[in-house]
């Protein structure tokens, strides 16, 4: 089957760092670009990061460039969203998504297939 399943979520303070995973299975990731989007309650769903089919292009959100990054690992059908500096205004539900195409966007209406989501909490 068609899945992807995120892990690494979890409660930090402020200014600590996670690691989510974005583990793939039933096609190869590296067809596609992959994204990281989030969301908080009562808010809007939003890109984060994305990384396309090559690795070779990203596109970061304002609020998150300097302290995220995003990668692929080909060989375990993995992507990885790196989070330094967390702020409490990072805390929501963090997903990853499969793009239609291998075309790096933050259009999350671009994206056709979803994981579970991870939860991120950054509180002192």
């Known amino acids: 089957q068609l899945q992807l399943v995120e892990s690494g979520g979890g409660l930090v303070q402020p200014g600590g760092s996670l690691r989510l995973s974005c583990a793939a299975s039933?096609?190869?990731?590296?067809?596609?670009?992959i994204g990281w989007f989030r969301q908080a309650p009562g808010k809007a769903r939003e890109g984060v990061l994305c990384i396309s089919s090559s690795g070779g292009s990203t596109n970061y959100a304002n609020s998150v460039k300097g302290r995220f990054t995003i990668s692929r690992d080909n060989a375990k059908n993995t992507v990885y969203l790196q989070m330094n500096s967390l702020k409490p205004e990072d805390t929501a539900i963090y997903y990853c998504?499969?793009?239609?195409?291998?075309?790096?966007?933050?259009?999350?209406?671009?994206?056709?297939?979803w994981g579970q989501g991870t939860q991120v909490t950054v509180s002192s």
């Open positions: 998504a499969r793009k239609t195409n291998g075309i790096c966007g933050l259009n999350r209406y671009s994206y056709s297939l």
């Open positions: 039933g096609f190869t990731l590296d067809d596609y670009a």
